[in-house]
T-cell receptor, first 114, second 111 residues
């Protein structure tokens, strides 16, 4: 059972373009939505995160858009750069106890063409 | 200084063998995790320890046994390795439910 659905599986964007990765969830108990970035041979690293009480969060060139009624959220990378080429994972978590698990999406391999 | 370190980085072994992966964090975190990333990059939690106590134990074969000798260490022992165990195993740590910091991963190949 995939609780967080992510698309597309892979994405190629020209340098300077906008990269958009989409995620959807079913579990309304989810209350924390992080995005992780993973470079080849490295572990995932937290990129940006949002809680459902806001519709958008921006950090530099990275923006999360959140639609609570549609149970969807997306990552936008503005002015995409070759250094952004990596695998991106959306994720979700329900609750704030030590037993709360982060559920990851299936990942999007992003390639930025120079 | 490496925040979350794992050894070894690569592990190649025969089916049926027993192997261990070690993890150490120097962030002073109280919670540590083991994740498995399969060949399709799908990342799934296996175990979580909080202050040396097992708090998350996903549907993992009992051939996998985590051990936390102290808050800074979480090791993973795997008995009777199978072909399907081939994957990248990531250790992570966090302070309670805050940001998880991942190690560099251990690529396990079972022949």
């Amino acid at each position: 059972q995939q609780q967080v659905k992510q698309s597309p599986q892979s994405l190629i964007v020209q340098k300077g373009g906008i990269s958009i990765i989409n995620c959807a969830y079913e579990n309304t108990a989810f209350d924390y939505f992080p995005w992780y970035q993973q470079f080849p041979g490295k572990g995932p690293a937290l990129l940006i995160a949002i809680r459902p009480d806001v519709s958008e969060k921006k950090e530099g060139r990275f923006t999360i858009s959140f639609n609570k009624s549609a149970k969807q959220f997306s990552l936008h990378i503005m002015d995409s750069q070759p250094g952004d080429s990596a695998t991106y994972f959306c994720a979700a978590r329900a609750g704030y106890s030590s037993a709360s698990k982060i559920i990851f999406g299936s990942g999007t391999r992003l390639s930025i063409r120079p | 200084d490496t925040a979350v370190s794992q050894t070894p980085k690569y592990l190649v072994t025969q089916m049926g063998n027993d192997k261990s992966i070690k993890c150490e964090q120097n962030l002073g975190h109280d919670t540590m995790y083991w994740y498995k990333q399969d060949s399709k990059k799908f990342l799934k939690i296996m175990f979580s320890y909080n202050n040396k106590e097992l708090i998350i134990n996903e549907t993992v074969p009992n051939r996998f046994s985590p051990k936390s000798p102290d808050k800074a260490h979480l090791n993973l022992h795997i008995n009777s390795l199978e072909l399907g165990d081939s994957a990248v195993y990531f250790c992570a740590s966090s302070q309670a439910v805050h940001t998880q910091y991942f190690g560099p991963g251990t690529r396990l190949t079972v022949l």
